[in-house]
């Protein structure tokens, strides 16, 4: 059963911060691109982070780049999100998100976790 | 940014009913629309990409349509099951943006 479990969400205060991790089963993890997607309270869904398959090429929404960064570990079918200078505002449930495609950018999310929530207070 | 409008924000129904959700995007996104289903405490799937292509397992009576800017999710025979939230999605440009949700209630 293909599954992504997210952990490491949690309370941080402001400036602080955070390493989420996911944990991928059931699938070739590093065939596929990965993201990282987010939902604030009340608000829709926002895309943060990706990383290609075999990395290192990433990319990041404006709101978090200089200050999240995402990576892979293949040989442990681990994708990391660490977080830094957290502010109020990255409070929201955090999505680890496997993309598929074809020719670039036109990428959907085939397979979402369950999220971990971080609240930045 | 490509900002996605929803429509209705919410919707009440019946079982057997059809519901049809609208997603207007801000500039012409060819048929570069996905369509997603969110149950609370569950994690979010894909319904539809490329406007109109049902994800493997996805029931039939999903159904999606347009190109450009308006786009269309039906949702014939309404079940109990289909009670969630749904999204729309663009991946024409990034960001990659998503619609702010229309939520459905049997």
């Known amino acids: 059963q293909e599954q992504l479990v997210e952990s490491g969400g949690g309370v941080v205060q402001p400036g602080r911060s955070l390493r989420l991790s996911c944990e991928a089963s059931?699938?070739?993890?590093?065939?596929?691109?990965m993201f990282w997607v987010r939902q604030a309270p009340g608000k829709g869904l926002e895309w943060l982070a990706v990383?290609?398959?075999?990395?290192?090429?990433?990319d990041y929404a404006d709101s978090v780049r200089g200050r999240f960064t995402i990576s892979r570990d293949d040989s442990k079918n681990t994708l990391v999100l660490q977080m830094n200078n957290l502010r109020g505002d990255d409070t929201a449930m955090y999505y680890c998100v496997r993309g598929m495609g074809g020719s670039w950018p036109h990428w959907y999310f085939d397979l979402w976790g369950r999220g971990t929530l971080v609240k930045v207070s | 940014d490509i900002q996605l409008t929803q429509s209705p924000s919410s919707v009440s129904a019946s079982v057997g009913d059809r519901v049809t959700i609208t997603c207007r995007a801000t500039h012409g996104i060819s048929n570069w629309l996905a369509w997603y289903q969110h149950s609370p405490g569950k994690a979010p799937k894909l319904l539809l990409y490329?406007?109109?292509f049902l994800q493997s397992g996805v029931p039939s009576r999903f159904s999606g349509s347009g190109s450009g800017t308006d786009f269309t999710l039906t949702i014939s025979n309404l079940q109990p099951e289909d009670s969630a939230t749904y999204f729309c999605q663009q991946s024409h440009i990034l960001p990659w943006t998503f619609g702010h949700g229309t939520t459905v209630e049997i």
């Open positions: 059931g699938f070739i993890f590093s065939n596929y691109g």
């Open positions: 990383i290609w398959s075999g990395g290192p090429n990433v």
């Open positions: 490329s406007t109109s």
